[in-house]
């Protein structure tokens, strides 16, 4: 089995530009920090793994988001409840409070971070210059809120391809809608 510092397997990397990092980290889930984060296929040493997803049951309908923040010896996972809405709305604000989470932490905004999503949408729109034409407040925001961070880049990851802290994240995020249901 590949370790946590090995590149990810080429069924999970796709050739893309740089400013659209893509790859994904297998890791497994532990307490310790263990994940690494990529871009281009490569290897980025030491920094910040933001791992998001949103999710919508029904498209709009109840909304969930989860993210899970790995730092040098720290793993912070959360889920949220949002209400109503679309899945592009809770995947980008799993994005942004993904980023906050990892402010709460006391991580330097100019810190290397990588935010890994499955969402290509909100890679669009957020780092390749994609025009918003649904959610332009939220968008605006993110966007303003990821220029005190020059040095965040997006990883894209496969959905549902059991990477294992995207399958969590999904999860937090799911179980946030169910059990604001019942």
Request: charged fraction near 20%; glycine fraction near 12%; hydrophobic fraction near 35%.
């Amino acid at each position: 089995a590949p370790g946590a510092n090995d590149p990810p397997p080429d069924n999970r990397t796709r050739n893309k530009p740089a400013s659209t990092a893509t790859g994904g980290a297998a890791a497994k889930s532990e307490p310790k920090a263990t994940a690494t984060s990529y871009l281009a296929g490569k290897p980025l040493p030491g920094a910040i793994a933001i791992w998001t997803d949103g999710a919508c049951t029904g498209n709009p309908g109840p909304m969930g988001i989860g993210m899970v923040v790995i730092t040098p010896g720290k793993r912070i996972e959360r889920g949220e409840y949002l209400g109503l809405g679309t899945n592009n709305i809770a995947e980008l604000t799993a994005i942004s409070r993904g980023i906050e989470l990892a402010m709460k932490l006391g991580i330097d905004p100019q810190s290397p971070m990588a935010v890994h999503t499955d969402s290509s949408y909100c890679i669009g729109v957020l780092s390749q210059g994609w025009k918003a034409k649904a959610n332009a407040e939220l968008i605006g925001e993110i966007r303003e809120l990821l220029r005190h961070h020059p040095n965040l880049r997006f990883v894209k990851v496969e959905g549902h391809a059991g990477i294992p802290e995207n399958e969590r994240c999904d999860e937090l995020a799911r179980n946030a809608v169910k059990q604001r249901a019942n």
